[in-house]
């Protein structure tokens, strides 16, 4: 089994900037992928970034290139999430997901595991 925990949201204006972290323990196996969603009230979760076992291919939502990054430590088994020039529109609880395979898939209904969400909230 996999534990995963979110750190690092928090209210921030719009121009700013948060780094969202994410933590897993437990046993992980060798090749998995890492990802980030989100999720506002009322709408389904929406994929935001994932990076690939090895942290050499990833992939970002249009509404984020540019200006989110998401990086990987393995040795710490560590994700991350720059998010740089945020807006009110990115308002929502961030996941992270690990998904297992080489492969990213980006669907939320592919990642095996989830952690409990961080609330990120961008101010006009």
């Known amino acids: 089994q996999v534990q995963l925990s979110e750190s690092g949201g928090g209210l921030v204006q719009a121009g700013g900037s948060l780094r969202l972290s994410c933590a897993a323990s437990g046993r992980t196996f060798e090749y998995y992928n890492m990802g980030w969603f989100r999720r506002v009230p009322g709408k389904e979760r929406e994929f935001v970034a994932a990076a690939n076992w090895d942290g050499t291919n990833t992939q970002y939502s249009d509404s984020v290139k540019g200006r989110f990054t998401i990086s990987r430590d393995n040795a710490k088994k560590m994700a991350y999430l720059q998010m740089n020039s945020l807006k009110p529109e990115d308002t929502a609880v961030y996941y992270c997901?690990?998904?297992?395979?080489?492969?990213?898939?980006?669907?939320?209904?592919?990642?095996?595991?989830w952690g409990q969400g961080t609330q990120v909230t961008v101010s006009s």
């Open positions: 997901a690990l998904q297992y395979g080489r492969i990213v898939i980006p669907r939320a209904n592919s990642q095996n595991f």
